[in-house]
């Protein structure tokens, strides 16, 4: 485990990181997951119940591919707005956006989640999908969240978890711990960021635990569901009318 930083340090950390590994951002999220984040991310946005006329928010939405899957459904909804703090995931983002002509739906933002540049109670659901363990302090970023949607909005978070079945899940960590960051290393030429990732998929809550931070940011009707034997978790929860 990494020492602990200060959220400062912490938080210019990540967003070097970021920049940092951005060109081999999608490359590598499909060979490391062998093309499973696809379908996570369209299993999270079947959870947003995306129709038409509705105004969504994707937190730490990187290289956009969340915003685009929320596009790309039919009829779209009609504003789809991607916020992150990485220029160079936005950037690649924004290009993504213009290479499948949904400009005209998906408008990307520089900002950080602990202080979204929004009004508040405007969105009818707002998803972050592996975004918020990265967050330098996880309640700031579930509040701003809470403060963006309408009353009766939906949060869907889409994280890392683990396998429940004890071999899965030793052969799990066998491959995050050890093999992954090895390859990301190998690939991405960042020194630390696939060492950060199972640090940072270990110190998250899981399951209940990361329900009851749902709960105590202001968020009710909470649940949520594993994938690929709790590789990841999606949650769920609504803003009170
Ligand atoms: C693992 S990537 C996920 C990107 C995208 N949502 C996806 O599904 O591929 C995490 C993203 O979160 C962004 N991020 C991390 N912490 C953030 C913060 N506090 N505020 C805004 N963006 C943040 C990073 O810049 C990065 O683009």
Same mark, same amino acid.
């Given at each position: 485990?990494?020492?602990?930083?200060?959220?400062? *340090?912490?938080?210019?950390?990540?967003?070097?990181?970021?920049?940092?590994?951005?060109?081999?951002?999608?490359?590598?999220?499909?060979?490391?997951?062998?093309?499973?984040?696809?379908? $996570?991310?369209?299993?999270?946005?079947?959870?947003?119940?995306?129709?038409?006329?509705?105004?969504?928010?994707?937190?730490? *939405?990187? *290289?956009?591919?969340?915003?685009?899957?929320?596009?790309?459904?039919?009829?779209?909804?009609?504003?789809?707005?991607?916020?992150?703090?990485?220029?160079?995931?936005?950037?690649?983002?924004?290009?993504?956006?213009?290479?499948?002509?949904?400009?005209?739906?998906?408008?990307?933002?520089?900002?950080?989640?602990?202080?979204?540049?929004?009004?508040?109670?405007?969105?009818?659901?707002?998803?972050?999908?592996?975004?918020?363990?990265?967050?330098?302090?996880?309640?700031?970023?579930?509040?701003?969240?809470?403060?963006?949607?309408?009353?009766?909005?939906?949060?869907?978070?889409?994280?890392?978890?683990?396998?429940?079945?004890?071999?899965?899940? $030793?052969?799990?960590?066998?491959?995050?711990?050890?093999?992954?960051?090895?390859?990301?290393? $190998?690939?991405?030429?960042?020194?630390?960021?696939?060492?950060?990732?199972?640090?940072?998929?270990?110190?998250?809550?899981?399951?209940?635990?990361?329900?009851?931070?749902?709960?105590?940011?202001?968020?009710?009707?909470?649940?949520?569901?594993?994938?690929?034997?709790?590789?990841? *978790?999606?949650?769920?929860?609504?803003?009170?009318?």
């Amino acid at each position: 485990m990494r020492a602990p930083h200060s959220n400062v *340090t912490m938080t210019s950390s990540i967003h070097d990181m970021f920049d940092s590994i951005a060109p081999r951002y999608d490359f590598l999220n499909g060979l490391l997951s062998a093309g499973r984040d696809r379908y $996570w991310r369209k299993m999270a946005v079947d959870e947003l119940e995306p129709v038409a006329d509705r105004v969504f928010l994707d937190v730490a *939405t990187g *290289t956009a591919d969340v915003a685009l899957e929320l596009a790309s459904r039919d009829p779209a909804p009609s504003r789809i707005v991607g916020v992150d703090f990485s220029t160079a995931m936005l950037r690649l983002g924004k290009d993504k956006v213009l290479a499948r002509n949904a400009q005209s739906s998906v408008r990307l933002f520089s900002g950080a989640a602990e202080r979204l540049p929004l009004k508040s109670n405007i969105f009818d659901g707002a998803i972050s999908a592996f975004g918020a363990r990265n967050f330098s302090n996880l309640n700031d970023g579930i509040r701003e969240i809470h403060r963006v949607l309408k009353p009766r909005g939906k949060i869907v978070i889409l994280e890392f978890s683990f396998p429940r079945n004890g071999f899965l899940q $030793w052969l799990y960590r066998l491959y995050f711990g050890k093999v992954l960051p090895v390859i990301g290393r $190998w690939i991405s030429g960042h020194k630390g960021a696939y060492f950060y990732l199972p640090d940072s998929v270990e110190n998250f809550p899981k399951g209940a635990a990361f329900s009851t931070v749902l709960e105590e940011n202001g968020f009710a009707s909470i649940s949520f569901k594993e994938l690929t034997f709790g590789v990841v *978790t999606v949650y769920t929860g609504f803003k009170h009318a």
